[in-house]
């Protein structure tokens, strides 16, 4: 019986811890929800404010347009009851009536009109784009527009060509464009690549965009925008971006200097990473310049032993010419 009452006990202290271990993972459990909770909390609170600026933002974009369908409202009206008396005039009267009011009619019709714009001045030539800033991706920092000449005798060659160096916060990349398409895209389709030459420790993600660029209607650009994983060296791209029969037809090749213009932009997916990239960027433009400065310490120091040695060169020729002359 004491053996039973024993191991009665020892189940009961194994119970006893069992509940013990159950309380601290239901309040684990209860911390890390609390926690999400809390984290729902803050983007929900970001989210508002975000929603909130876009709502500013959109109004005022849209004021414009606002007070533009105000006036088109006041015109119609104007419009619409000059209408009314006259038709009501030219219901009421006879021709000969009508004849007589002729004058006064067209006053109206010439009153209504005075100093008035044109339609076309009223509403506008230009849309207003609806482009909204973005709190989460970063924007676009700078672009390179890359002019290819000669675009005939390139597409004859066949080989890749590289255009200069974009430098977005110390990162360099170039467009590398096929004039005759890359692999089973030969002599079919414009092909496209950006490529990551340096800058970069270790692999990261970011935003492309190329642009080929018509000759009279930036509206009618070719956009093509992508997202992939850099390391230096490795090239992401288009291998169908543009079908090379329809270079000319739509726009975008000029056929009398043969020139072709595409421009292209990169940039990081969050703020928090181009902190990062312009961090590594600062950090190495300080080692570059603490380098000149040691070099031109070096140089200093090296200059200062020099001028020692020429006044030491110098005392020691008037020393032997004075010793001479008196000698001799």
Known sequence: ????????????RRLIDFN?????IESNIDNITME???????????????????????????????DLKHELIQETQLRETLLS???????????IEVVAKSKDILGMFIATSKDKEP?????????????????????????????MTGFSSLRQKADPVNSQPLNTE??????IVYPDGFGMERDSHLSVFIELISGLPKTAKYQYSVELLQLHDSSRNKVQIGTSDFDVGTRFGFRRFMCLDKLESKGFLDPASDTLRLRFKVRPLTYSQRC????????????????????DARNTEYF???????ALLSITAISLLILYKMIY
Request: some cysteine; charged content about 25%; proline content about 3%.
């Open 85 to 95: 008396k006259v038709e009501q005039i030219i219901k009421n009267s006879s021709r």
């Open 36 to 66: 999400k909770d809390v984290r729902v909390g803050e983007v929900q609170k970001v989210a508002k404010v975000m929603v909130m600026s876009l709502d500013s933002e959109m109004k005022d974009i849209q004021q414009p347009f606002f």
């Open 119 to 147: 339609m076309d001045t009223i509403c506008g030539t230009t849309p207003i784009p609806a482009d909204f800033s973005s709190i989460l991706l970063p924007a676009y920092n700078s672009s390179c527009t890359f002019v």
């Open 1 to 12: 019986l004491s053996s039973i009452d024993e191991n009665i006990s020892t189940v009961r």
């Open 304 to 310: 200062d032993e020099m001028k020692n040695w020429l």
């Open 276 to 295: 990062r990239d312009q961090h590594r960027h600062i950090e190495i433009l300080q080692n570059q310049i603490r380098d000149l400065n040691f070099r």
């Open 20 to 24: 013990s271990l159950k309380q601290e």
């Open 170 to 175: 110390g990162l360099l990349w170039r467009l």
